[in-house]
């Protein structure tokens, strides 16, 4: 959770159920089964692209987050305090995940359904709760900056190792929330950020709305 996005008084399961969907824990296997698919169906150009692109992207992530934390920096005017985690990963893996699904087209449907599958995720994560709508959409773009370049150079290209055919069915394990919650990346994001600031307490979305602290008056001698 980035920042402090006051809860809905009351959220319906499905949102968890969709926001679940871009955890960590399920979409970074899911990359690894896909770069290795891709490598070893002869997509060694395609592969390599990618790992790069999301290293760059995870980075600008990571680095977005720890600058709020840390230090406060954000953007008070748009409500943002880091770019979404989970809408990262959900638009710069679900759109190649749901193109190795079974079927001669999913080439041509699949990127599609996995880019709007992922804006889902964003949604879900403004309606939990755990993110503006700033965070999500810088997520969203960010991440398919990541995928779609990929889903190009691809084109028609059949990719049919076993990896790129099983990996979607780790979306399955969205149904268990201990599973989808297992890696505690925001925990370490926090832990980084303070440890490089100094700070105790990491800075938290209420301050970065708080007006400037006036200066203090001069008195005369």
Request: hydrophobic share 50%; net charge positive; proline share 7%.
């Amino acid at each position: 959770m980035s920042g402090d996005v006051n809860n809905a008084p009351a959220v319906a399961p499905v949102w968890w159920l969709i926001t679940h969907l871009g955890s960590s824990s399920l979409l970074l296997p899911a990359f690894g089964l896909l770069v290795w698919g891709l490598w070893r169906s002869g997509a060694q150009t395609a592969a390599r692209h990618y790992v790069l692109a999301m290293a760059g992207a995870v980075l600008v992530t990571v680095v977005s987050k720890c600058l709020f934390y840390g230090w406060g920096i954000g953007i008070a005017a748009l409500d943002f305090t880091g770019v979404s985690g989970h809408g990262l990963l959900a638009s710069a893996i679900l759109p190649l995940l749901l193109r190795g699904l079974p079927g001669g087209s999913a080439h041509r449907w699949g990127p599609a359904l996995g880019a709007g599958l992922a804006l889902l995720v964003g949604v879900s994560r403004v309606m939990v709760g755990a993110h503006s709508v700033s965070e999500v959409l810088a997520a969203w773009l960010l991440g398919l900056a990541v995928s779609w370049p990929v889903v190009q150079r691809l084109r028609t290209a059949t990719v049919v190792h076993w990896s790129t055919r099983w990996a979607p069915l780790l979306l399955v394990l969205a149904l268990n929330t201990s599973t989808a919650t297992y890696l505690p990346t925001h925990a370490l994001e926090v832990r980084i950020a303070l440890w490089l600031s100094g700070q105790v307490q990491p800075f938290t979305r209420h301050q970065l709305h708080q007006p400037p602290a006036a200066p203090p008056t001069p008195t005369r001698p």
